[in-house]
């Protein structure tokens, strides 16, 4: 486990360095230390290979805490059926009091809703889904597996009553960003119960590159103008309010008080 900055998670869990699915927009690779998995993003994976014993020994010291499962790659990409150090990662964090959160776009996960459904008050279960469209989602996550698989899976998965959420992210101009779009993943966060977090595209280290051919067929794919984040923050919480369903930005920008005697 490493220990992570974001507010909802006190640790992470990766048992993989790098990711099969070559998502065109992903920043994880900005923080990957293997340079060459990092270069080839998509084309190298690294198996950690002892994760497992490691992780056996970090539980038995680490404070418990909520494990988000993983952050900087997908826990269910191909190898990991395999390999299964997802799913033995699970066993161990979950039979020693830690909470876990998952996120991925696979719907390898249904593999393991049996040890998930008796752990269900201790999981949350999150589906990436930047569009429900097949032809543009193989141009932005060239590997992963289609739309149309990642909502039976969550439908599966809410049916168990397991605790669901959808992350619409990276939103990207002129690509996934339209009242039609956004309004047909609202309308999947409604039907299975989840809730829904949304994300806007983040310029990082080697996406100038990723990105030029989505760049070729949405030349403003990679803007991030204000203006025009605004308005489609207008449009998902409009969607969400009127659906009736819970949502937030991914990552809220907290507070900053700006002195002691203001904070207490």
Known sequence: MSKTGLYDLDYAYNPYAGCYHGCRYCYGRAYTRHEEVA????E???????????????????????VGISTITDPYQPIEAE??????????????????????????????????SKH??????????????????????PRAPEPAARAEALRKISAEGIDTWVFLGPIMR?????????????????????????DFF????????????????????????????????EIVEKLCEREGIPYEPAFPMRERKSSLLEYF
Not at 86 to 110: D, N, W
């Open 120 to 141: 269900r008050h201790k999981v949350d279960v999150g589906i990436t889904i930047t569009t429900l469209d097949p032809v543009v989602a193989r141009l932005i996550e």
């Open 174 to 198: 002129g690509v996934n960003d339209s009242p039609e779009v956004i309004g047909g993943i609202v309308a999947l966060a409604a039907e299975t119960g989840s809730r829904l977090y949304y």
């Open 202 to 233: 983040r310029m990082k280290r080697g996406l100038a590159t990723s990105m030029s051919l989505v760049k070729e067929r949405y030349p403003e794919a990679m803007s991030t103008e204000h203006g025009w984040r605004m308005k489609v923050v």
């Open 44 to 66: 190298i994976v690294y198996v950690k290979e002892n994760a497992v014993e490691v992780l056996l020994e970090e539980v038995r010291r680490a404070r418990k805490g909520v």
């Open 39 to 42: 270069e080839a993003w998509g």
């Open 83 to 116: 390999e299964r150090l997802t799913r033995r990662g699970l066993e161990i964090l979950l039979s020693s009091g830690f909470e876990v959160s998952i996120q991925t776009k696979s719907p390898l996960v249904l593999r393991d809703l049996d040890f998930l």
